[in-house]
């Protein structure tokens, strides 16, 4: 079992920043992937990033160039930043883990994942 806490959601006014971590703890094997997700209201959960334990990443459209992921390894830990916020990015953002070993593609996709957290509010005023 794994276990993930995510910390640092909140309200933010657009254009604004924020950066969002993820602690897990639990069985944590060698090659792991770590992603963020997130669900807006009456939507369907969508991807944001994901980082692989050899620093492999991937980002979603809708964020790349606004966005960085990064991790600790030596505290299981991932971090996402995101800049020039928009009120689109409302939502609930909730941390993945798989302990499997991800191609790029599959990174993006959240059924490649075992764990959840419970998600993290994250409000963008306009």
């Known amino acids: 079992q794994v276990q993930l806490v995510e910390s640092g959601g909140g309200l933010v006014q657009a254009g604004g920043s924020l950066r969002l971590a993820c602690t897990a703890s639990?069985?944590?094997?060698?090659?792991?992937?770590m992603g963020w997700f997130r669900q807006a209201p009456g939507k369907e959960r969508e991807f944001v990033a994901a980082i692989r334990r050899d620093g492999a990443t991937v980002s979603a459209d809708s964020v790349k160039g606004r966005s960085a992921i990064s991790r600790d390894n030596a505290k299981n830990t991932v971090s996402l930043r995101m800049d020039s916020l928009e009120p689109e990015d409302t939502a609930v953002y909730y941390c993945?883990?798989?302990?499997?070993?991800?191609?790029?593609?599959?990174?993006?996709?959240?059924?490649?994942?075992?764990?959840w957290g419970e998600g993290t509010q994250v409000t963008v005023s306009s």
């Open positions: 639990g069985r944590i094997s060698r090659d792991n992937v």
């Open positions: 993945a883990h798989t302990s499997r070993r991800l191609i790029i593609a599959a990174m993006a996709i959240s059924r490649s994942y075992d764990y």
